[in-house]
């Protein structure tokens, strides 16, 4: 059972998840699988995760959520993979745009499966208000029992509710979650730091996720948004054990410690989920997401490959 965690505080949005799909009550299905998108929109940056059914058709529910928010079909290689593309994206949309093109293709889904296994979708992150100014977003759409739910946190906070946080996926208890982020309310809560918060939401996930399912809640995607006045969002990998790649080629084999990144759309650009080696910069137009691949080592100064999903279940 996937659990997703995206606290809004108002220095920063923090969305971890864990990235496995099982099967079968805990088998590993796809172990390049993804959970999260992140969006430039016109006038902010999202994080969107997703939990429940992993599949819309033959796609995976994190590239179905992708081609949504492109506009139409993504490019790919010979192989099915999509490709790195660069060009002008087919639509361009803003946070409220994002918020209503999802929740309409959530709602007209027509496979009988996505009402039996639910479909949750979380959208945090950064909205302009003016010239230098942000709004925090909070929104989830919620499919299930042939009904689509959609809730927004309101446009301003009142003081007491500007820590919040959103749970998808593996049930967890009220008293659970307010227990684990209680010094992020305080009086203290401005000097903790994002990845003190990071750190808390990990062992959570880890603790109650393999409460369902001993497979899933090792390996995490972490995305970290500060406000947009306050430095570059970041993303991280953290795995429970290494993630080896193994690179082939001039008669020569070398495996590699790699990373995992979720998908980046931005106006000109498609990245789609990929393993990564050294330190990138990716530009999503005004924002300049850091990338933390695995430590370079020996010859290899970098790399950056999409990957090949898992079909769905038969």
Same mark, same amino acid.
């Given at each position: ?237 953290? @795995?429970? /054990?290494?993630? !080896? +790649?193994? &690179?082939?080629?001039?008669? *020569?084999?070398?495996?590699? #410690? ?36 695995? @430590?370079? /080592?020996?010859? !290899? +100064?970098? &790399?950056?490959?999409?990957? *090949?999903?898992?079909?769905? #279940?038969?």
């Amino acid at each position: 059972m996937t659990l997703i965690l995206t606290a809004v505080t108002p220095h920063m949005v923090l969305h971890l998840s864990d990235r496995l799909v099982t099967r079968d009550g805990w088998k590993i299905h796809d172990p390049m699988s993804n959970k999260t998108v992140v969006y430039r929109a016109k006038d902010g940056f999202l994080v969107i995760g997703y939990a429940g059914l992993a599949y819309q058709g033959v796609l995976p529910t994190d590239e179905w959520i992708a081609e949504q928010l492109w506009g139409a079909a993504l490019p790919r290689h010979p192989d099915g993979r999509p490709v790195k593309s660069y060009g002008r994206a087919p639509a361009r949309r803003d946070v409220g745009q994002v918020i209503q093109v999802l929740r309409k293709a959530i709602e007209g889904l027509t496979d009988s499966n996505v009402d039996l296994y639910r479909l949750e979708v979380t959208v945090a992150g950064w909205q302009a208000v003016g010239k230098n100014r942000a709004r925090p977003v909070l929104a989830s759409i919620t499919r299930g029992g042939g009904r689509t739910e959609l809730s927004q946190a309101e446009r301003r906070w009142p003081c007491d509710k500007k820590f919040r946080i959103a749970a998808i996926g593996a049930p967890l208890t009220p008293d659970t979650l307010a227990q684990a982020v209680t010094p992020f309310r305080g009086r203290e809560a401005p000097s903790l730091t994002a990845l003190a918060l990071e750190k808390v939401l990990a062992d959570l996930i880890r603790t109650e996720a393999a409460k369902e399912k001993p497979t899933v809640g090792a390996h995490l995607l972490s995305v970290i948004v500060p406000r947009p006045d306050l430095g570059p969002p970041v993303c991280r990998f953290l @795995p429970m /054990s290494p993630h !080896l +790649a193994v &690179l082939v080629g001039a008669g *020569r084999t070398l495996t590699v #410690p790699v990373t995992h990144t979720p998908w980046f759309l931005g106006p000109g650009i498609i990245w789609p989920p990929s393993v990564e080696v050294g330190l990138c910069y990716l530009d999503l137009g005004t924002y300049e997401v850091e990338i933390q691949g695995a @430590p370079a /080592s020996g010859s !290899l +100064a970098g &790399l950056s490959s999409s990957i *090949r999903r898992t079909p769905p #279940p038969q």
